[in-house]
């Protein structure tokens, strides 16, 4: 049965991501225009992602930092290609209590200038370096139109920002993080996804290129959810990042950043969701299992606070619904809040020698006997979930993946079943701004390594330098 708060999601694509927002009380609208509260569901998903990114971060030699939250404009306009990308998002302060200030400071979209900065002070020999470090904070940026999680003016993210002694070094750590994140999107989040270099129209103001990772959403809409970027010595001879060279001659640094933000959190619904709410991965759900004891039986109630602490003990992050609810109303609030594993015991599933599992992702209820080993049992069972999330996800990219020769193919595509395109390109920014008029169709990535599918740009029919992934945008 379907829940009544919820619009089908092949009916109202934005008001089905509204509605599960609210029924599963992840985040809600605040008067500060352009800002969402992060409510505790939505806060714990992103714990969740915080922890496993920031092991993986550590485990590859990264530290966390803090930088502060204002730029001052002097350092903003050092590097004049991130201040002229990020102008139109950029909000300033220009009063400290009663009093104008002498310079005005913009609230960080960004913080390549304060680490720029910062390595400029603290980097004295290539003995110094690498400098691999990242921060966790919130950002500023003056967006026209919003939406929860997707696009709002203040967000969470982490920013990471390495310094390095070669280029060879700085190019490595850019792809490295690339398949950091990779990695976590497919294993943790089950969001299988492409990666592949921007074009120089889409890439990080500043950077020399932008590695990206891109993901497809059920309705066929793109999400980017991650990059990385390499700068090459563009920051460190405008901030004079130098240090001591082997020779003892002065050389500048290498540098990269990468970040992910809580739009992951906004690709988690819209990948997995469905017309009954969340739907969360168990290795990412800050709650796997719910027990939940049908009646009021004190055999029942013991009998599943014992398997709770059994699977606890056993690494599975359980817990025992006892609140004063119906159980109809607590399997309802269960699958909205997207929990991968429902455990339901009662009177007469005990005088019946039976426990029943339900699966989240199919909502398939299966019986078991009392017997069986429950720790064995549901770790098999949220592997078997996880899994089934990810090849879900990918046979709906695959798909909605289309190869296509001719820009009339384009059209009727985004047209009717948008999804990733795959076509080729010429290398200009004239063609790529002819395929945005399409329902403002935009590359997403280039496919380097990958067999060409035509030898002609698919816009201007001369000769084609690059495969690109192209699609519409969230």
Avoid at 71 to 84: R, T, V
Avoid at 146 to 167: D, K, M, N, V, Y
Avoid at 297 to 310: D, M
Wanted: net charge negative; with cysteine; charged share 30%.
């Amino acid at each position: 049965m379907k829940n009544k708060s919820i619009t089908s999601r092949d009916v109202d694509f934005a008001a089905w991501y509204t509605d599960i927002i609210k029924a599963a009380k992840l985040a809600s609208y605040s008067n500060v225009k352009g800002c969402i509260v992060i409510e505790p569901n939505g806060y714990a998903i992103w714990e969740q992602m915080q922890k496993t990114l920031d092991k993986m971060f550590k485990e590859t030699g990264h530290q966390n930092i803090c930088m502060p939250m204002l730029i001052p404009e002097n350092l903003m306009k050092k590097e004049g290609e991130l201040i002229n990308g990020f102008a139109p998002e950029v909000a300033w302060v220009t009063m400290g209590g009663q009093k104008q200030l002498e310079e005005r400071m913009c609230i960080r979209p960004t913080s390549e200038t304060l680490f720029s900065d910062y390595y400029s002070s603290i980097v004295k020999s290539y003995r110094d370096l690498p400098i691999k470090y990242n921060q966790w904070c919130n950002v500023l940026r003056w967006e026209k139109e919003t939406r929860p999680f997707l696009r709002s003016r203040e967000f969470l993210w982490q920013e990471g920002h390495t310094i390095h002694e070669t280029a060879e070094e700085a190019e490595e750590e850019t792809h490295n993080m690339l398949n950091i994140y990779k990695k976590f999107f497919e294993e943790y989040l089950a969001i299988p996804v492409i990666t592949g270099r921007k074009t120089e129209k889409e890439k990080f103001a500043g950077a020399e290129y932008t590695l990206t990772v891109e993901a497809l959403m059920y309705n066929g809409v793109a999400l980017q959810s991650g990059t990385s970027h390499y700068f090459g010595q563009k920051f460190s001879k405008a901030y004079d990042i130098s240090f001591a060279d082997r020779n003892n001659e002065k050389a500048y640094v290498y540098q990269t950043s990468w970040g992910v933000a809580t739009r992951m959190i906004g690709g988690l619904i819209m990948v997995h969701g469905d017309d009954n709410g969340l739907i969360l991965p168990p290795k990412i759900a800050p709650r796997q299992v719910v027990l939940v004891p049908i009646g009021k039986s004190e055999e029942v109630s013991k009998l599943c606070e014992k398997y709770c602490k059994e699977l606890l003990n056993a690494g599975i992050i359980a817990y025992v619904d006892n609140s004063e609810k119906s159980p109809g109303f607590k399997f309802a609030e269960a699958e909205v809040n997207g929990i991968p594993v429902r455990i339901e015991i009662g009177e007469r599933d005990l005088a019946e020698n039976k426990i029943t599992f339900a699966r989240r992702d199919t909502r398939e209820k299966i019986v078991e006997s009392l017997e069986v080993n429950v720790v064995e049992y549901t770790k098999n069972l949220l592997d078997t979930i996880q899994n089934n999330l990810y090849n879900r996800a990918l046979q709906r990219r695959e798909e909605l993946t289309y190869e296509c020769h001719k820009l009339e193919e384009v059209e009727q595509i985004m047209n009717t079943k948008p999804g990733f395109i795959k076509a080729m390109w010429c290398g200009d920014e004239e063609c790529e701004l002819k395929m945005k008029e399409i329902k403002g169709t935009k590359s997403r990535c280039i496919l380097e390594d990958h067999e060409a599918i035509d030898d002609k740009c698919i816009v201007c029919g001369k000769p084609a330098k690059h495969l690109v992934v192209w699609g519409i945008q969230y």
